[in-house]
């Protein structure tokens, strides 16, 4: 299996910083792309930032400008500075990889169990 493993979350108050760390680990092959996803409660998941393969990198409208994503290829790792936050960035954040377990399976979808982050006064 592929393994994701998040850190880095926390309680910041509006304007601050943050950096979320995801880490991969288990059965890879390859990997495709990483990226990050976020869920408030009662809300729909949604995608944050991902980075493919080349380094070409997406961010969603309402985080561009103040988060960047960079990844890390030879130690499968992904990061996400998050800048001038706002009390609406707040919820779980999830890692997520597309990536093969091996030359025989398929390319599927892996998910982090998530972080929390809490933006607040």
């Known amino acids: 299996q592929v393994r994701l493993v998040e850190s880095g979350g926390g309680l910041v108050r509006p304007g601050g910083s943050l950096t979320l760390s995801c880490a991969a680990s288990?059965?890879?092959?390859?990997?495709?792309?990483m990226g990050w996803y976020r869920q408030a409660p009662g809300q729909q998941r949604e995608l944050v930032a991902t980075?493919?393969?080349?380094?070409?990198?997406k961010y969603a409208d309402s985080v561009t400008g103040r988060f960047t994503i960079s990844r890390d290829n030879a130690k499968n790792t992904v990061h996400l500075q998050m800048n001038s936050l706002k009390p609406e960035d707040t919820g779980v954040y999830y890692c997520?990889?597309?990536?093969?377990?091996?030359?025989?399976?398929?390319?599927?979808?892996?998910w982090g169990q998530g972080t929390q982050v809490t933006v607040s006064s």
């Open positions: 997520k990889t597309v990536a093969r377990a091996g030359p025989t399976i398929s390319t599927m979808a892996y």
């Open positions: 288990g059965n890879i092959f390859s990997i495709s792309t």
């Open positions: 980075v493919f393969s080349g380094d070409n990198t």
